[in-house]
Every structure is written in structure tokens, then in C-alpha cells.
């Protein structure tokens, strides 16, 4: 048997530190691997989502289903803020519809092709969002929301002005004819659902990653904590200005995709973009599915959109639309994604326990 062999007083902090980084490298591949698989399964799921046109065979549902992609885009733009801090945009609409209208400017009287101009409304409608941010983030929940509902209105009362009817189009709106390609795709191949489908579907992806990447950062967890107890933070030292506008940003952001999106696909920029009506969709949508997870207000759009589609057919629209949102809103307080969260906790804690106690009941025996 071999005599262990003694390490001397100043090797042994080489190889306790050699430890300690080798402890460190185990932990962090063992985390990499754990977000491995999370992150191949969405990968899989993106990649699956291209072929849905070659599966759904009717234009009919599948342009259902663009519209609750252009939709739930802005009702995540809602959620988002909502969830991260605390704030509800009523006048959502004001950033869809400003977006819808700076693209159709930037191709019509522009005249420039349709990337110009799509980089061009999505820089514009972000730097909106900023300044706008900057100005009302301070307010508390309720102003906030009239705030945001009053600059919906103002933007649509400005573009039905007479003295901007050249630029805008004034009540006849504006119709879009962009030249070039986006993405490699002409505008006759984005008029259809099918051609349409891969922007609407990878966009929806690309905004869906990034606010769940958000909400996972640091800048995420500081957001929820001013949202819990804004006085405790700021008493804390933390600056709660700046993290609610980068929050309102970057859902202004959001809602400009949804606003892109819309003018590429239905080539055409109307002042009823930027109606209530047209952000009070998002809002109820919002609220469908819940704002506690990314996926919520997606999901809410989803059903709102099937049961328009579903509800018109009666000669009722209204009416069991009404209806039909107050059932889901008093049955389901957190949202339809919220109730299967919480149904899916307990699940699992129920789960946990019942393996602890037949452990605890082996070990006994």
C-alpha cells in the first residue's frame, strides 16, 4: 500500500483554487446542458413552425392565423409592460398604427424599397417610444393608461388633418405599393397568407425569445422588484427611471412589429390603426391569456381572433364576444397561461411530495 504523498503548504492553495475552478466548470457545463435542451426543443418547434402552410392547406385558416400573429405580437407588447412593471397600456394602438403609417410614408412619398423602409419604422417607432417613455413612465398605473389612450387619439386626429392629407392620406388613408423585395419576397408573394406566413411566423419567434431573454436578465428582476415595492428600491439605491423606459422601449418596439407587419401584409395604413377598438383587441387579448408568461398573450390572441371568426357567423358579434371575454376573465383571473401555470406548480409540488414521503417511508423501513 503506498504512503499518501504530503502537499506542501504553497502547493496546496494552487490546488484548492485548481478545485474551485473545476468545481466552477462542472457547474456551469451542467447549466449549459440544462438550457441545451430547453434551447433545441424551441429551435425544433421554430423550424417546425415554416412548414404549417404546407400542412394547413386553407388559405382561409391560415390567414386566421396570421391575423392572431399580428395581433398577439401587440398584445405581447401589452403583457410585457404589464407583467415587468406594473403598467397597462390602453393606447397600444398608438404605436401599431404610428409604425403602419411611418412604413407606408417611407414607401410612398419616400419611394424607398421595402427594407429601407421597414429599418427605417422600427428605428422611428423605437426612438417614439423612448422620448414618449421618458415622459410617462413616472405616472401611476391609471394615468398612465388615459396618458397612453390620449396619445392614441391625438396621432389618429393628426393624421386625418386636412393641412397633412398629402402625406397621410387624411380619412381615405394611405395605400402602400413598395418596390423591391423584403426578404426576398415581393409584395404579390406578402399579399397572400402563404407567402406572408415565414416574416409573420419568424417575427413572432424573434419578439417572443427577446421578451422572454428580458425577463430573464437582471434588468427583468430589478423591473418586477420596482413593480412590488418602487420606494423599497429606490431607498435601496437602485434608479427606478431608467429600467421603466427601457421597459416601455422596448414594448413600443414590440407593437411596432405588430404595426410593420400589418402594413406589409394588408398594404394599406388607415386612421382606425389607430383607434381604441383597434388596441382595445391587444388589451382583451392580454387578458385572455395572461400576462405572467410570454406565450399568454399570444395564446389570447389566438382564441380572440377564432372566436370573432366563430362569434360573426351568429349575426352576434358583439354580443358573445362580450360574453365570451367576461367568462374567461372571471373564470381564469391570470389568464388561460396563468391558470395552466399555476395547475402545472401544483402538479408538480403534489408530485415532489408524495416521492419524498416514500422515500422518508424506505428509509424507515
Not at 40 to 51: H, P, Q
Not at 126 to 138: D, E, N, P, Y
Not at 305 to 325: K, N, R, S, Y
Amino acid at each position: 500500500m503506498m504512503a499518501a504523498v504530503p502537499v506542501s503548504p504553497a502547493v496546496a492553495p494552487r490546488v484548492s483554487g485548481v478545485s474551485q475552478m473545476a468545481g466552477a466548470a462542472s457547474a456551469g457545463s451542467t447549466k449549459g446542458a440544462g438550457l441545451l435542451k430547453p434551447g433545441l426543443v424551441v429551435a425544433v418547434l421554430i423550424v417546425l413552425g415554416l412548414f404549417v402552410p404546407s400542412v394547413l392547406k386553407s388559405t382561409f385558416y391560415l390567414g386566421l392565423l396570421v391575423n392572431a400573429i399580428t395581433l398577439g405580437i401587440a398584445a405581447l407588447a401589452i403583457g410585457f409592460l404589464a407583467h415587468q412593471s406594473g403598467l397597462m397600456m390602453f393606447g397600444a394602438a398608438a404605436f401599431t398604427g404610428s409604425a403602419t403609417y411611418l412604413f407606408a410614408i417611407a414607401v410612398t412619398r419616400f419611394g424607398w424599397n421595402a427594407m429601407t423602409a421597414a429599418v427605417f419604422t422600427l428605428v422611428a417607432a423605437t426612438l417614439l417610444s423612448a422620448l414618449i417613455g421618458m415622459l410617462v413612465v413616472r405616472a401611476r398605473p391609471l394615468p398612465f393608461a388615459m396618458l397612453t389612450l390620449a396619445l392614441a387619439q391625438m396621432l389618429r386626429s393628426m393624421v386625418m388633418i386636412t393641412d397633412f392629407r398629402p402625406i397621410t392620406g387624411g380619412d381615405d388613408g394611405l395605400a402602400l405599393n413598395f418596390s423591391g423585395t423584403f426578404f426576398g419576397l415581393t409584395q404579390a408573394q406578402l399579399s397572400k397568407p402563404e407567402g406572408f406566413w415565414p416574416v409573420a411566423w419568424l417575427a413572432l419567434c424573434g419578439v417572443m425569445l427577446l421578451a422572454w431573454a428580458v425577463g430573464r436578465s437582471r434588468t427583468g428582476s430589478v423591473l418586477r422588484a420596482i413593480r412590488a415595492n418602487e420606494e423599497r428600491m429606490r431607498f435601496s439605491g437602485f434608479n427606478t427611471y431608467l429600467p421603466r423606459v427601457l421597459a416601455f422601449t422596448l414594448s413600443g418596439f414590440i407593437a411596432a412589429v405588430s404595426g410593420l407587419l400589418t402594413g406589409l401584409y394588408t398594404a394599406f395604413a388607415s386612421p382606425e390603426l389607430l383607434d381604441f377598438a383597434t388596441g382595445g383587441n391587444g388589451l382583451v387579448s392580454t387578458l385572455i391569456g395572461g400576462v405572467s408568461t410570454v406565450a399568454g398573450p399570444v395564446l389570447g390572441a389566438l382564441l380572440y381572433v377564432i372566436g370573432q371568426d366563430q362569434f360573426g357567423a351568429t349575426g352576434h358579434l358583439e354580443l358573445l364576444t362580450g360574453l365570451g371575454v367576461v367568462l374567461v376573465i372571471v373564470a381564469f383571473p391570470e389568464g388561460i397561461m396563468g391558470f395552466i401555470r399555476n395547475a402545472m406548480a401544483r402538479l408538480f409540488k403534489r408530485g415532489a411530495a408524495a416521492g419524498a414521503n416514500e422515500g422518508s417511508g424506505h428509509a424507515a423501513r
